[in-house]
């Protein structure tokens, strides 16, 4: 069973940075397209970025996180990590990594965008990320 593991959450002050790993055992994270989520008290879950698969070079952010989140990827580890810089206090959210066996794209596959939460459908438990002075 795909079963992604997501860490490094914490708290930290507006400016400052935190980097999120998500991991996997029995299942190489190589292949396969990598999303993060993150949903906040209230809100809908929403996409933060994708990874494709693979080469790994190709990364897609949502507006709100553009040039101050970055994904990559650690094959020898089998991981992927989220960088988030320049952190704001609406970045306050649980975080979730998330992986389909289907999914090696980053493109729309069936009609389905990678920032919607059905694109993937493997889910880690999510780490929170609280940004306050």
């Known amino acids: 069973q795909v079963q992604p593991v997501e860490s490094g959450g914490g708290l930290v002050q507006p400016g400052g940075s935190l980097r999120l790993s998500c991991a996997a055992s029995g299942f190489t994270l190589d292949y396969y397209a990598i999303g993060w989520f993150r949903q906040a008290p209230g809100k809908e879950r929403e996409g933060v970025g994708c990874?494709?698969?693979?080469?790994?070079?190709?990364?897609y952010y949502a507006d709100s996180v553009k040039d101050r989140f970055t994904i990559s990827r650690d094959k020898s580890k089998n991981t992927v990590y989220l960088q988030m810089n320049n952190l704001k206090p609406d970045d306050t959210a649980v975080y979730y990594c998330?992986?389909?066996?289907?999914?090696?794209?980053?493109?729309?596959?069936?009609?389905?965008?990678?920032?919607?939460?059905?694109?993937?459908?493997?889910w880690g438990q999510g780490t929170q990320v609280t940004v306050s002075s």
């Open positions: 998330a992986v389909d066996p289907a999914r090696r794209t980053c493109y729309k596959l069936d009609g389905i965008s990678w920032f919607e939460p059905i694109a993937f459908g493997s």
């Open positions: 990874l494709t698969g693979s080469d790994g070079i190709n990364s």
